[in-house]
């Protein structure tokens, strides 16, 4: 549990320098922190500044008592069972109520979802732009239309345009090398942190695997505010 717990610090940290029912790959290959086909590292681009991550990705009081760090990926379908049938209710009962501070990580499959790596830039330009999750919640609400195209991209960039993202600074953001070794960083530390699948989510020193029901997450929640919270 330790050994997780440092697993997961050195997460965060790394987020913050790089600036059942799940889905899975047989013989998922630790994701290499490099840009596509070995292509030299570009200059940052300015055009979108992306914040601290903690911040730009997640709901809830910095000082909730419970903090969860969702591992998913945007072409899972059990992701998006996750976002669209039980997010809801714990935003509502945890998030809101200030029990929890819920963190998004992206850790994209590439060999079984070709496009999420693809959504998963989108998201972090979005996070940059102060849109992520209204990007996250399109993502995975208009899934079934963008996840079997041979490219993806120009979908992707209606669903930004549709939340308002400056076009221009989107592409600067989305050509910038940084941008996927972002994603592929969050990836590579997810797996540190025990993930083999997604959703897979890092409750206190624990690993929750799969879509879930509400239930089940209200029954450790609780548990774990309780012992929190008690005088």
């Known amino acids: 549990m330790t050994a997780m717990r440092s697993s997961f610090q050195t997460l965060a940290a790394g987020l913050a320098i790089a600036a059942l029912t799940a889905c899975s790959s047989a013989e998922r290959p630790a994701p290499q922190v490099a ?4 292509t030299a590292a570009a200059e940052p681009s300015a055009a979108i500044a992306v914040p601290d991550p903690l911040a730009s990705r997640s709901k ?14 945007f072409q899972c379908p059990f992701c998006r069972r996750h976002a ?14 200030g029990k929890v501070r819920w963190v998004f990580v992206n850790m994209p499959i590439t060999e079984i979802h070709p496009n999420a790596l693809p959504a998963a830039e989108l998201s972090i330009c979005a996070a940059g732009a102060g849109k992520f999750w209204p990007v996250h ?13 041979r490219e ?16 221009t600074q989107t592409l600067a953001c989305l050509q910038d ?19 083999t699948s997604t959703p897979t989510f890092y409750i206190e020193g624990g690993l929750l695997v799969g879509a879930q029901p509400v239930e089940i997450f209200r029954t450790i929640l609780d548990s774990i505010y309780a012992a929190k919270t008690a005088k």
């Open 152 to 167: 993806a991209g120009p979908f992707l960039l209606t669903l930004a345009d549709s939340v308002g993202m400056d076009r």
């Open 35 to 38: 840009s596509a086909g070995g």
């Open 60 to 73: 809830g009081s910095a000082s909730a008592p419970i903090v969860i760090y969702e591992m998913s990926d």
């Open 177 to 195: 090398s940084t941008t996927r070794r972002t994603v592929q960083a969050e990836a590579v530390g997810a797996g540190r942190a025990g993930a």
């Open 84 to 97: 669209i049938e039980t997010f809801p209710a714990l935003e509502r009962e945890y998030v809101a109520t």
């Open 137 to 149: 919640d399109l993502l995975f609400r208009h899934q079934e239309s963008w996840a079997p195209l």
